[in-house]
């Protein structure tokens, strides 16, 4: 792999920018893998990485069946934080919160990290209690956090009305390391450093089904062809049921799409993400000067790729009373990304009822800041059969044994997530 | 946008709606088991095409409804009442 550096450019800009070549391989199937994985995304992708890096094994295929980068990984609206509820999720986030910090000195890619901080914003004192409690178990396994006030709002933020008529804000809790990364380049980054390695990415690839011999998945039916694998990952988002079907059993997943907006760039404006505890609502400046912001799901199965709206006009009004200079902004492009909501509201990464055949998925409108963790501990499952201890609440049989992940205290109602 | 054709409203917008998930489960006798009750409450087909589901028209006659959607083209192909069997279009016809 050639290694990008200042020295680099300067040495490229000498002979007119003719030498650069493509970051990745866009290879063609083999007939058999060690490991197959099926989705190109984010989490895919870091796994093949950290499968090749960490435990040599790279006899590895990720199969996507459009261009890589074009899922979830590159619809999202880019937030990276550690603030959650549970301590083993505080655990999980933080150590991707880590990873997001070395990760363009160990990827060699501008992926321009940017940590900017996060702040949810509460408005009655019952929120700000319960957040209280979530910043404590935060302190407790040493991450940061800070309460801010009224004023301190103001000073950070000072488009946010903090006397709104609808939801006042009382005030907000602060992670100073959060912020946000270049979710394209993300995806660019792990594949250039997998495919270094000799990981095979393969586009235009869609498995339609999965061969068993029994209890054991022995591959994939793909429009490129059958591909033999000793293990198959399903790594694809909100398609997960879906391959699940194929190989024979359900998941508690249901599908469910999250639209986000962006708006026409200004100047720099806004300088941490926010976050609107009572009406769901964040927004956060990109390095190109748009507003980038979203609200909730839909609401009711879908795999439509697109967003209805319903939701579009509760994303807007939220947006317009907590900043109501947004209202002046013409929002250019609006999209939406289809995702796994799982019936906890928190991933499913696990060995599955058939063997041989692992899943990394369920990661609601929250798996884009724990792509390098996910990695981490995917690969950990997939080459060792073992959990990593990270990772290990996040097994399927949680559903079944009563220790489901309660960071929300939702129950099993998705789209109440 | 949806426009569900209440029975007894007449259609209406779905923001007078709350979904309410997958209305093809059938709750396990009570002594099926540890597997049969984990499977109802957590496991869905969660299909992408004809999806038989709840709606409550909650912000009209609050009755709750049987309606068949299909996930990928929003198309509405029945509306009916909890205990009406609704015909659901051939698996290929759309998607
Ligand atoms: C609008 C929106 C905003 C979001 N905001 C945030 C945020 O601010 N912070 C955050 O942490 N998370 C956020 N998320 C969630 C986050 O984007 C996802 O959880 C995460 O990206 C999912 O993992 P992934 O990157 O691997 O998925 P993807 O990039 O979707 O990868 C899955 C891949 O599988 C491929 N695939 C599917 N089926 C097949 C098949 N049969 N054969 C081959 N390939 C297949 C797809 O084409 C896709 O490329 C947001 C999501 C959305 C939609
Ligand atoms: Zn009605």
Redesign the pocket.
Known sequence: MDLYSGWRLAKEALGGHLGWKPAWRDAAPKAQYQVVI?????????TAYRLAKEYGVTDVAV???????????????????SNYFSSENVRFYETSLKLWERFEQEMNFNAMVSQRGTINLYHTDGQRDLFARRANTMRLEGVDVEHVDKAGVKMLAPLVDVENGRYPVLGGFLQKRGG?VR?DA??WGYARAASARGVDIVQQ????GVRREGARAVGVE?TRGFIAADKILF?????SS??AA?AGFRLPIETH????FVTESIKPTLDCVVTYGAGHF?VSQSDKGGLVF?GAIDGCNTYAQRGGFTMQEEVMAAGATLMPALSRLRVLRQ??????MSMDGNPIISRTPVENLFV??G?????????PA?GVVTAHLVATGKPHPLGAHFGLDRFREGRTIDERGVGPSPWAH | MLRIACPHCGPRDDVEFRYRGDATLARPAADAGVDAFASYVFERDNPAGWHVEWWQHVQGCRRVLKVVRHTLTHEIAAVGEANDELRIPDAGAKS
């Open positions: 099926v989705g190109g995304g984010g989490h895919g992708l870091a199969l996507e069946k459009g261009a890589i980068g074009l899922g979830n990984v590159g619809r999202n609206t880019t937030i990276i934080r946000t979710h993300v995806a690839c869609e498995v339609t793909t790594a694809v988002a909100g398609h879906r391959l194929m799409v999250l639209q986000a964040y979203g999209w939406g990304g289809v995702m796994d990394n998925g990661w609601c409108y929250g798996g884009f800041k724990a792509i996910g």
